[in-house]
């Protein structure tokens, strides 16, 4: 059945860096630091590193085995196993579509930020309500943020167009290095700002006054995006994963990795945030009006606000390229048509529904359902349906349905490396993971 003309992935280290520029996007760097922000800091942090370990990494290596045992794209792949459950293979194709509507958004966002940053056109701005004026007001602009998506998707594109070793693996190669070098220097200059190490302190004393059920629910649904489980990307990738990749070793790494960043973004933003007295918890405009109008207190305020935009944009591409990839390599194999032709088609596709979901904010206010805009529906879908009802079913699919030897034998390459804490992670497989994302999915409802 395995199709043999398929690209992989050069070595050991590829794997992990193309798979971390999935892992590490927006959901780290933007998204982690308001919501630890919101739920005490350093306890849920804690809960966090839990949820990653007892329910990423177990569910990343399920995701991992499906793609690399039948080097398929998402669809093809869960259709190879078991064709009753190819769905779940479309689940894991319409996801990644419709984040991509909103994600390109605010990757849009990032890179007009940087470029204002770059123009110097921050410096006439200077309180943090002056930068939540501008900020909606440029949400809300009728073409700008419009442009700024298309053009992120273009770059997508071109990344994707060079193909998977020359496009994908080259540049999360280049670009996942150097966003690690930029999150180092950051936090080293964050944490030596005036009273900078209250915010340190307020990401690593926790506080589990403010710890409640939803804290724990909210970590999990954060790990989950963060390790971007549940929409086809870690099978895609791992079809592109050699016959001799370790993939305990590859999902332990990326799960550290991602977890590092979201750390080190808290200590780019914490220290910042208390230097100037403003509370941590100022949610999803963090990043776009407290920050800056932080940078704007510093010298060489450009500077610092171009690196930290520029960081965001590299975790923003690795990650859009990771969906891309997704849709591409299933109209590429599913639809037979040749991978250029394909990638323009998801491209086109993208670019409606992220130009919708952009305006949906601003010039498009009717582009709304029940009072939620389009943008809005597209998160909430996704976050809180698709995603966790992936997650439910790929621990079902592999846990109760496939052949017992199914996950064994990808976790030892069949037989030549040791298998070692199999019947705990059957465990979680089976039973814990399962039951843990049925609770999510019940809160992200309301049932409870
Ligand atoms: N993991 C990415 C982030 O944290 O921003 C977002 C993401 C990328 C989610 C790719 C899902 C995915 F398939």
């Given at each position: 059945m395995?199709?043999?003309h398929?690209a992989?992935?050069g070595?050991?280290?590829s794997?992990?860096l193309?798979?971390?520029g999935s892992?590490?996007?927006l959901?780290?760097?933007w998204?982690?630091?308001y919501v630890?922000?919101?739920?005490g800091?350093a306890?849920?942090l804690?809960i966090y590193?839990l949820s990653?370990l007892?329910?990423?990494?177990p569910?990343?290596?399920a995701?991992?085995?499906i793609?690399r045992?039948?080097?398929?794209n998402?669809v093809g792949a869960?259709?190879k196993?078991?064709?009753?459950?190819?769905?779940l293979g479309?689940n894991?194709?319409?996801a990644p579509l419709l984040?991509?509507g909103?994600?390109?958004?605010?990757s849009?966002w990032?890179m007009?930020?940087m470029i204002h940053?770059i123009?110097?056109?921050?410096t006439?701005?200077h309180t943090?309500?002056?930068?939540?004026?501008?900020f909606s007001?440029?949400t809300?602009?009728?073409?700008r943020?419009?442009l700024y998506?298309?053009?992120?998707?273009?770059l997508?594109?071109?990344?994707?167009?060079?193909g998977v070793?020359?496009g994908?693996?080259?540049?999360?190669r280049i670009?996942?290095?150097?966003l690690l070098v930029?999150?180092v220097?950051l936090?080293?200059?964050?944490?030596?700002?005036p009273?900078g190490?209250?915010g340190v302190?307020f990401?690593?004393?926790?506080?589990?006054s403010?710890?409640?059920?939803?804290?724990f629910?909210?970590a999990?649904?954060?790990?989950f995006f963060s390790?971007?489980i549940?929409?086809?990307c870690?099978v895609?990738?791992?079809?592109?994963?050699?016959?001799d990749t370790?993939?305990?070793?590859t999902?332990?790494?990326?799960a550290?990795i991602?977890?590092l960043?979201?750390v080190l973004?808290g200590?780019?933003?914490?220290?910042?945030?208390?230097?100037?007295g403003?509370?941590?918890?100022?949610?999803?405009?963090?990043?776009?009006?407290?920050?800056?109008?932080?940078?704007n207190?510093?010298?060489?305020s450009m500077?610092w606000?171009?690196?930290?935009?520029l960081?965001?944009?590299?975790a923003?591409?690795t990650s859009?390229i990771s969906?891309?990839?997704?849709?591409?390599?299933?109209v590429?194999?599913e639809?037979h048509?040749s991978r250029?032709t394909?990638?323009w088609?998801?491209?086109?596709?993208?670019i409606l529904?992220?130009i919708?979901?952009?305006?949906s904010?601003g010039a498009?206010k009717w582009?709304?359902i029940g009072?939620?805009?389009?943008?809005?529906?597209?998160?909430?879908?996704?976050?809180?349906i698709?995603?966790?009802?992936?997650?439910f079913?790929v621990?079902?699919?592999?846990?109760?349905?496939l052949?017992?030897?199914?996950m064994?034998q990808?976790?030892?390459?069949?037989?030549t490396?040791p298998?070692?804490l199999?019947?705990?992670?059957?465990?979680?497989?089976?039973?814990?993971c399962?039951l843990?994302?049925?609770?999510?999915f019940?809160?992200?409802?309301g049932?409870i």
């Open positions: 395995k199709t043999t398929r992989t992935f070595g050991r280290l794997a992990v193309v798979t971390a892992a590490v996007g959901g780290n760097i998204r982690f630091p630890a922000g919101e739920n800091g306890a849920f804690l590193i990653v007892i329910m990423g990494v569910i990343m290596l995701e991992f085995a793609g045992n039948t080097r398929s998402a869960f259709r196993l078991s064709p009753r459950w190819t769905i479309y894991s194709v319409v984040i991509m909103f994600y390109l958004v605010v849009g990032t007009e930020y940053s123009t110097g056109d921050f006439h701005v943090a309500d002056e930068y939540a004026a501008l007001a440029f809300q602009n009728p073409w943020p419009a998506t298309v053009i992120f998707t273009l997508t594109h071109g990344v994707i167009a060079l070793q020359k994908i693996e080259r540049s999360s670009m996942m290095p150097l930029i999150l220097v936090a080293i200059h964050s944490m030596l700002l009273n190490w209250e302190r990401l690593f004393t926790p506080d589990f403010k710890v409640t059920a939803s804290t629910l909210t999990l649904g954060q790990a390790l971007s549940g929409l086809g870690l895609t990738y791992a079809s592109y994963f050699k016959e370790n993939i305990t070793h999902a332990l790494q990326v550290s991602d977890t960043v979201a973004a200590i780019v933003i914490f220290p910042a945030v208390f230097s100037v403003i509370e941590p918890t100022a949610g999803p405009s963090l990043v776009f009006v407290t920050l800056p109008a932080i940078f207190t510093l010298p060489l500077v606000s171009t690196i930290f935009f960081l965001l944009v590299i923003a591409l859009t969906l891309h990839e997704v849709l591409t390599a299933y590429h194999e639809w048509l250029r394909s990638a088609i998801v491209t086109a596709a993208c529904l992220g919708a979901a952009s305006l904010l498009w582009l709304q009072g939620i805009s389009f943008f809005d529906l597209l998160d909430f879908v996704t976050a809180n698709l995603l966790p009802a992936a997650g079913f621990c079902i699919f592999v846990g109760w349905v052949d017992r030897r199914f064994p990808e976790l030892t390459n069949k037989g490396i298998l070692r199999w019947p705990l992670l059957r465990l979680l497989l089976r039973w814990v399962p843990l994302m049925l609770l999510i019940m809160d992200n409802i049932i």
